[in-house]
């Protein structure tokens, strides 16, 4: 299965532009069955204001960007995830939507939302939920969950192959870090598609990676370049849990010792 991320640098207030370089960059994509587009990608991120980020809200089912991702999904004969600015009736959700070539697949709400996003967003209330592609089982997370262990082991634990992260980063170098190490602990493929450029005081680190069950790192952006990077993938290297003949990860948990976890 080919898996892979679209690295670019949305513009804040260029629905129209953010449209058109996600439908070229699509397009220049070699074969894929998955790609990835970042966070917040119709709208941009720093919003200057929440009436700013209302008027550059989608609404799922209602939304010509989203039918644009279909269409390009039905095109190139893959599926897509892109982060999206959702507005539900008076709210925003900070989301990604997973689409086909045959329609909108499902969607998921942010939920550790980042800094100033919790003046803008209501946190995700629809969970982890994974889907079945076919080829694989996809969840999403996005961006700055990526500091929860709980995120990547819960979609892991609810059998996703490949955790899809459009992401915004800002934070020099930790997440990039930590992705090859939620991969390998979960045994899971991770696609993060960063940004990069600046808005307002904000700098996005791009730096987008792949990395595989094994920890291995298949494909790095460069910081601030505009590439989309595809890689071949073997889903059953995510279906086999066994760190050794005696080892299964997932079975060998003591449950019993974690109950904290679930504390508040
Ligand atoms: C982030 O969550 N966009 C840093």
Redesign the pocket.
């Known amino acids: 299965m080919k898996i892979g991320y679209v690295q670019f640098c949305p513009g804040l207030n260029e629905p129209e532009k953010n449209l058109a370089d996600i439908e070229r960059l699509v397009m220049s994509a070699e074969e894929a069955d998955l790609l990835v587009i970042p966070?917040l990608a119709n709208s941009g991120?720093n919003f200057a204001s929440k009436k700013q980020a209302f008027d550059l809200s989608i609404t799922i089912g209602d939304s010509s960007f989203i039918n644009r991702l279909v269409e390009l999904s039905h095109k190139q004969n893959t599926h897509i995830v892109c982060g999206i600015n959702e507005r539900d009736g008076d709210k925003l959700y900070n989301s990604a939507v997973l689409v086909g070539p045959s329609g909108l697949i499902g969607k998921y709400r942010k939920l550790h939302l980042?800094m100033n996003?919790k003046d803008i967003f209501e946190p995700g209330n629809i969970g982890l939920p994974v889907f079945d592609i076919g080829k694989a089982r996809v969840g999403m997370a996005?961006?700055?969950d990526w500091y929860f262990p709980e995120v990547w082991r819960s979609l892991a634990l609810d059998g996703a192959d490949i955790i899809c992260h459009p992401?915004?980063?800002?934070i020099p170098g930790l997440c990039q870090r930590a992705i090859p190490v939620h991969a390998l602990i979960n045994r899971v493929y991770i696609i993060t598609a960063n940004r990069f450029g600046t808005e307002r005081e904000l700098t996005f680190t791009g730096l987008s990676m792949i990395a595989a069950p094994k920890g291995e790192v298949m494909a790095q952006a460069g910081p601030e370049e505009e590439v989309v990077a595809v890689v071949d993938t073997d889903i059953a290297h995510a279906r086999d849990k066994k760190a050794t003949e005696r080892n299964d990860l997932f079975t060998d948990r003591r449950t019993e010792m974690y109950r904290r976890l679930i504390d508040t």
């Open positions: 966070e991120y980042f996003e996005i961006c700055f992401s915004n980063l800002v």
